[in-house]
């Protein structure tokens, strides 16, 4: 430093005396005699610990959300639910994009806009009474519907639940392939009911696993 040159944002930590860490910064200048030798120096600094360690826990803060944000973003890239955020109006709040080929509508078509402008005034009705519901009773509530999207009718498994702020938390679950065998098991029994109702066949079934039994009518009258 040359003489009378101040130097600033000079930061340095010393000991304490109780051994406490303190961190200050300030400015220090030289003072140089005619030879040019430094004969004193002057600094002035103020003590920034408590400002320098709010900085690394902001860091550390900062740090952890990132990380909790990249662990949201590989949970909902795994997600193959529906996720939504609705209020008591039925407006969306929020399209988390888990699900794209499962969206009544693309997020930026949803967002900001009531379940009444974008779906069937049925469906619409059904569902609002299903967050409203949420609302009121501070519970969760399920429902089970099916949209017409691109690919065809889909099945839904709906949950909604309480987030806070008038909102609900809306998880849906594709059950149409569930949906479908369900539907073909009861058309398989009923095919079969009705071809044994033109024999004089009795039929039983006994599940081993549950112990149920079942007994035909026929059965049951053959052996009177």
Known sequence: MLAGEAVGDVEAVFVAKDGRRV???????VRCDAAGRPVATRGIFRDVTARRAAEAEHRRTHARLAEA?????????????????????????????????LLYRPPA????????????????????????RVLDTGAPATLEY??????????????????????????????????????????????????LEGTEDGLWDWDVESGAVYFSPRWCTMLG
């Open 69 to 101: 944000e990249a662990e949201l973003r590989a949970l909902f890239g795994a997600m193959r639910d529906v996720v939504l955020v609705l209020d008591g109006d039925g407006v969306y709040r929020r399209v988390v994009p888990t699900a794209p080929d």
């Open 146 to 195: 099916a949209l017409d999207l691109a690919q065809g009718t889909v099945w839904f498994a709906g949950t909604g639940s309480p987030l806070g702020d008038g909102a609900v938390l809306w998880v849906a679950r594709d059950v149409t392939a569930q949906k479908r065998a369900e539907d073909a098991l009861r058309a398989s029994e009923a095919r079969l009911a009705l071809a």
């Open 109 to 132: 078509e949803t967002v900001g806009r009531r379940m009444h402008d974008l779906l069937p005034a049925a469906d619409a009705d059904r569902f609002l009474a299903v967050v409203r």
């Open 23 to 29: 961190c200050v910064s300030g400015e220090s200048n």
